[in-house]
């Protein structure tokens, strides 16, 4: 399957949460608030979520596979990566 993703925004100041990222699935599907985040064990990515009326965290969507979930992870990191790496032209 074919992964690709973009940084949307990029965060330096909102604590573990570093930037929110759109991935599209095969030029077809689009997934939109995927964050990537700080955590104990480095970077993460971490696939949208809503509330529950109890507090809890549940994921709108997954990938099934552990081998499209590392496609997303990977893609998701290396555009994160470069996008650190272009100069601020603002």
């Given at each position: 399957?074919?992964?690709?993703?973009?940084?949307?925004?990029?965060?330096?100041?909102?604590?573990?949460?570093?930037?929110?990222?759109?991935?599209?699935?095969?030029?077809?599907?689009?997934?939109?608030?995927?964050r990537v985040t700080d955590c104990e064990k480095g970077l993460m990515v971490f696939m949208p979520s809503r509330k529950t009326g109890n507090g809890d965290y549940k994921d709108i969507c997954f990938p099934i596979t552990s081998l499209l979930h590392k496609q997303i992870k990977d893609t998701v990191l290396a555009v994160y990566e470069q996008s650190g790496e272009q100069p601020d032209t603002n």
């Open positions: 399957m074919k992964v690709t993703a973009k940084i949307v925004e990029r965060y330096e100041d909102k604590g573990r949460l570093k930037a929110i990222s759109t991935v599209c699935l095969d030029d077809k599907f689009l997934i939109t608030g995927v």
